[in-house]
Structures are given as structure tokens and as C-alpha cells.
């Protein structure tokens, strides 16, 4: 298994460890004041800036989140769900900002920011004694557990919904590496190759229901193959580029930044089926 490989593993496995860690210690501290009592159903719009990079994300109509920027790409709905729990955070301690050192506690000159709608919240340090961030609110600083930062500061990816394809939509054709599946006249689905129909019925299922198990920062690496998925109302289609088959399936989108990891078995149901 190469480093890269082992990097993505890890990562998945650090942002999977992350979201538990943000429910249990939800449960655990019932007792504790929160950073505030806003509603999180009644947000709209998510920005975050860490260093130079800005991801915003917005609630569509359909009451899901959007990443809208760096890129347009549907959301991981319990990754946002997460990533909500921090405005009402349970606060180990708060302090006016008149009464604490902002240099000491990394609030001087913060390089990780996130704001809900109108409500901003910076980041500062992480206590080593404590293991509490430091965040500030308005003239408020508060310590709080530290599993949000890593969340907001990874690369966006972590962030973009596992689906291969968008929310509700439909595919009209499929183009994959071994044969072109599309409807007949008579709208009956059909394939250039020999496939039963059942098969084929299932190939377009594993396109709308299989998820990645991880989605990361798009790495150039030796092209094996592209499949090209036309769904309804939109002109071009989606385009994967396959980069890799072992230890895993890795379908990239190189025009989004973005590399999807699949378990290897995906590759007969997605790419060659038969």
C-alpha cells in the first residue's frame, strides 16, 4: 500500500473518530453553559476561512447543503451535522477579552475562522495543560472541547457528500469502460454488449445508491479510463476519471479537485459490469 494510500486511510479514519468524539462529548456535557442557544435548523449559510483557503456552504431549497465554494458539489449531510454542533458548544470557561491575553491564547491574529449566517466564531490556540481550543465570540473568549478545529481546518473534501452522483437525480445514459447502457425507443433500458437486463437494472442502482467511503484532494496520477454519466437536465454529464484499482477504486474529478475512494469490489459494479 503506498504512503499516499495510507495518508487518505488515516485521514478518513482521524474524520470518522472526530464526528463520534463531537456526539459523545454533546451527551456527556449537558451540564456545561453553551457558546449559544441558537436554533442550528434555522442556519443558512456556513463560511469557513483557514488559512488562505474559504469554503462556503448553503442551504438549498430542498433544506440540504451545498459546499458553493471552492466549488459547487452536494455536501456530507452528517459531516455539516457536526460541523453545526459547534455554535452550540458546551464552554469549559469564557473570559472578556479585556482580561485575557488574545497573543497567548492565538486570537491576535487568528488564521482559522468560521462564521453561522451573522454569527462569528475565531479560533485560537489549543490549551496543552487543558486540551481546550481557545474561541472567541464577539468580546468573549471560551474554551471548548477541542474536536471542531480539525474538522474545519482539513481540506475541503472532507466536507463533500459521499455520492457519486448529485441529490435525486436521474440518469438518462451511462458510458463505462466495457459498453454504452441507454433506453430504446420504447424506454426500456438496453446495452451494447451482451447483459442481462437484470444486470444492466442493477448497474444503474449501484450508480445511484454506492458512496465512497472517503473523498479527498484530487492527486494527479496515471489515467486507466474514463466513464461519462449523462442525468436528466443537465447537458454535460459527470465525468470520472479512474485512477487507480489497488488497494481500492479511486474515480477522480480533476475539474473539482476532488478524488473519490471506493472499496475495490466497486470497480465490476460501476465500471465493468457484466
Do not use: C
Not at 46 to 75: C, E, G, M, Y
Not at 165 to 187: A, Y
Not at 231 to 237: A, D, K, M, R, S
Amino acid at each position: 500500500m503506498s504512503k499516499i494510500n495510507i495518508l487518505n486511510l488515516v485521514l478518513f479514519i482521524v474524520v470518522i473518530s472526530l464526528a463520534f468524539v463531537i456526539y459523545y462529548s454533546e451527551e456527556e456535557s449537558i451540564q456545561l453553559d453553551r457558546l449559544t442557544n441558537f436554533d442550528v435548523n434555522d442556519i443558512n449559510s456556513i463560511n469557513i476561512q483557514h488559512n488562505k483557503d474559504k469554503v462556503t456552504l448553503t442551504r438549498n431549497d430542498s433544506k440540504q447543503w451545498d459546499i458553493t465554494q471552492p466549488v459547487f458539489v452536494a455536501a456530507n449531510d452528517f459531516r455539516i451535522s457536526s460541523l453545526l454542533k459547534l455554535i452550540n458548544a458546551p464552554v469549559h470557561k469564557q473570559y472578556s477579552i479585556d482580561k485575557i491575553n488574545l497573543t497567548d491564547t492565538g486570537l491576535s491574529n487568528p488564521t482559522t475562522k468560521i462564521s453561522f449566517d451573522d454569527q462569528f466564531i475565531t479560533f485560537g490556540t489549543s490549551n496543552p495543560a487543558t486540551s481546550l481550543r481557545y474561541v472567541r465570540l464577539n468580546d468573549t473568549v471560551f474554551t471548548i472541547e477541542d474536536v471542531y478545529h480539525p474538522l474545519i481546518s482539513s481540506h475541503f473534501g472532507t466536507l463533500v457528500s459521499l455520492n457519486l452522483l448529485p441529490n435525486n437525480s436521474r440518469i438518462e445514459k451511462l458510458v463505462l469502460k466495457n459498453q454504452t447502457i441507454s433506453k430504446d425507443e420504447k424506454g426500456l433500458w438496453q446495452s451494447n454488449i451482451e447483459i442481462t437486463a437484470d444486470n444492466i437494472n442493477k448497474t444503474i442502482e449501484h450508480w445511484q445508491s454506492i458512496q465512497a467511503f472517503g473523498v479527498h484532494k484530487y492527486l494527479k496520477r496515471e489515467e486507466l479510463g474514463e466513464v461519462f454519466i449523462y442525468i436528466t437536465g443537465n447537458q454535460e454529464p459527470v465525468t470520472y476519471v479512474i485512477t487507480d484499482t489497488d488497494p481500492w477504486l479511486i474515480l477522480a474529478r480533476p475539474e473539482l479537485e476532488l478524488e473519490y475512494h471506493l472499496d475495490v469490489e466497486a470497480y465490476k459494479k460501476l465500471i465493468e459490469p457484466r
